[in-house]
């Protein structure tokens, strides 16, 4: 079974600061897939980034970058600078090779204040 | 490119009424349908997924029905709504099993 931890519940954080989203997962399969969405208020999950278990390369994409750790089994996420626009939930999510679910992790919000 | 769409975008409905939701994707072909519930703003947990026409799939044993009537075509039913039912249901699609699921606007359901 597939399990994935996002412990913050809720960070709020002032304008332009950074705020590091952490993930922690479990999961049996030698491959597996890493997922980041964005729920804004509108509700809609947007997709941010896909990441496979043999690809432990970090990843920055304008002020987002990812870090994941295998040994630690890690896959956590900072926001540069952060913007009001920013303020939304934020899910982690993991499959196995064979799966056609996606388990998500309770999600932590992220409040931005000008 | 693709599109998901979902309608209706927000549904009250009285306990014991029936429920059709339908969600459509554009602009692909033969893609894995799914639909998740996300209950009190949290937890997204995913209901049924299809991989082809007819073919539904259902993670939890519950009040609901899904149905793909055509290729790109996805609806969840019931017959009868429980207050429970009440959430957030999200429609995603991908190309296979691992890929990425691309997620539509959403339906927020209130059972009164």
């Known amino acids: 079974a597939q399990k994935v931890t996002q412990a913050q519940t809720e960070i709020s954080v002032v304008e332009k600061e950074d705020v590091t989203l952490d993930c922690v997962y479990e999961?049996?399969?030698?491959?597996?897939?890493l997922f980041w969405y964005k729920q804004p208020p509108s509700g809609e999950l947007v997709f941010l980034i896909r990441?496979?278990?043999?690809?432990?390369q970090n990843e920055i994409s304008g002020r987002y970058s990812w870090n994941f750790q295998k040994s630690t089994s890690s896959f956590n996420f900072t926001i540069t600078a952060s913007q009001v626009v920013d303020s939304a939930v934020y899910f982690c999510a993991l499959s196995g090779a064979g799966d056609y679910k996606l388990s998500f992790g309770a999600g932590t919000t992220v409040t931005v204040r000008a | 490119s693709q599109t998901i769409h979902q309608w209706p975008a927000t549904l009250v409905q009285p306990v014991g009424s029936p429920l059709s939701l339908e969600c459509t994707v554009e602009g692909t072909s033969n893609p894995n349908l799914y639909w998740y519930r996300q209950a009190a703003g949290r937890g997204l947990q995913l209901l049924f997924y299809?991989?082809?026409?007819?073919?539904i799939s259902s993670e939890v044993p519950q009040n609901l029905s899904a149905s793909r009537p055509q290729d790109r075509q996805f609806i969840l039913s019931s017959k009868k709504l429980l207050l429970s039912d009440s959430g957030f249901y999200l429609c995603?699609?991908?190309?296979?099993?691992?890929?990425?699921?691309?997620f539509g606007p959403g339906t927020r359901l209130t059972v009164l």
């Open positions: 299809s991989v082809g026409i007819g073919q």
């Open positions: 995603a699609w991908s190309v296979r099993a691992r890929d990425t699921q691309y």
């Open positions: 990441r496979n278990s043999f690809d432990e």
């Open positions: 999961t049996r399969d030698t491959t597996y897939y």
